[in-house]
């Protein structure tokens, strides 16, 4: 009877493991969610990305040109669908990943027939950073923002233009460029009229200076001229100063502080406001 028990035993404890084994395994594989998309093609991935994108569904066409980019490296559609997950990251609200996307296919697909699209939603996307969700509702000067995501976007644009001069964003990376450089252009003249104020004169004379190498068609040059004016004057450097206001005098006559630059250079406007 004992000999009988033991061989039971012996029996039912390898079964009794492999029905624990059953239950883990069940109770692993209960609540996992079948993917549709098991045996898809590239294509099919492909489209069904592209039409969640144009749906403005850019969370689930991100997932879409997730797995086609995991199941088929090297496929055309992936290609495609690389340059399209910048737009969605871009749309989605996600700058980083949408930069890092655009700079990753550049690397990649330099002669990529639409590479230039790359390159321009780069500088959209860094052309779009800092404007906040309050500034839909409050006036803001673009000015004031911090200058670090207006520059990068310069410099994609202008890159952009110089490597795809006849490319079809051309024209409306000229047109943001204009823009960012006169904003770029006044916020250096808003900080070279507080170093004014703060009595760094040699500060705000190479801010000044600066425009002028730098932005010189844009608007604020008179401006940044003007304090130019004024800082080689208080640094009794007054043949700096008058050539200066020559410039100033020369190619903008209308300025409307022209008569305020004379005085300054006659030193009757010494006394800072």
């Known amino acids: ?27 692993a594989s209960f609540g996992e969610e079948e993917d549709e998309t098991e045996g898809w ?8 990305a592209k039409q969640k994108r144009m749906d403005g569904r850019y969370e689930e066409a991100l997932e879409y040109y997730k797995k086609l980019e995991s199941r088929y490296p090297f496929e055309r559609y992936t290609q495609q669908g690389q340059l399209e997950s910048i737009y969605a990251y871009y749309k989605f609200d996600e700058p ?3 930069i890092a996307s ?38 803001v000067d673009p ?44 916020h250096e003249v808003h900080v070279a009229d507080y170093y004014m104020r703060r009595g760094a004169y040699v500060a705000a004379a190479n801010r000044g200076k600066y425009v002028i190498e730098n932005y010189r068609e844009a608007p604020a040059t008179a401006d940044a001229l003007f304090i ?6 208080l640094m009794e450097l007054d043949q700096l100063s008058r050539e200066i206001f020559r410039v100033l005098q020369l190619n903008f ?15 009757r406007g010494i006394k800072m406001k």
């Open 228 to 233: 130019m004016i004024k800082a080689y004057k």
């Open 1 to 27: 009877m004992q000999h009988s028990m033991s061989v039971v035993q012996r029996i039912s404890y390898p079964l009794f493991l492999l029905m624990i084994v059953a239950v883990i395994a069940g109770c």
């Open 143 to 186: 000015s004031q923002r911090d200058p670090g995501a207006a520059l990068k976007a310069f410099q994609d644009f202008s890159e952009l233009i110089e490597r795809f001069p006849t490319s079809k964003y051309a024209e409306d990376a000229h047109q943001r460029m204009v823009y960012l450089r006169n904003n770029l252009a006044s």
């Open 96 to 98: 980083d990943r949408a």
């Open 102 to 139: 655009a700079e990753r296919f550049i690397k990649l697909y330099p002669r990529h027939p639409y590479v230039d699209y790359a390159y321009y939603l780069k500088g959209i996307t860094n052309f779009n950073l800092g404007k906040g969700f309050f500034d839909k509702y409050l006036p």
């Open 253 to 267: 006559p209308d300025h409307p502080e022209l008569p305020e630059a004379k005085r300054w250079i006659s030193g």
């Open 41 to 48: 093609s590239a294509q099919q991935l492909y489209n069904e």
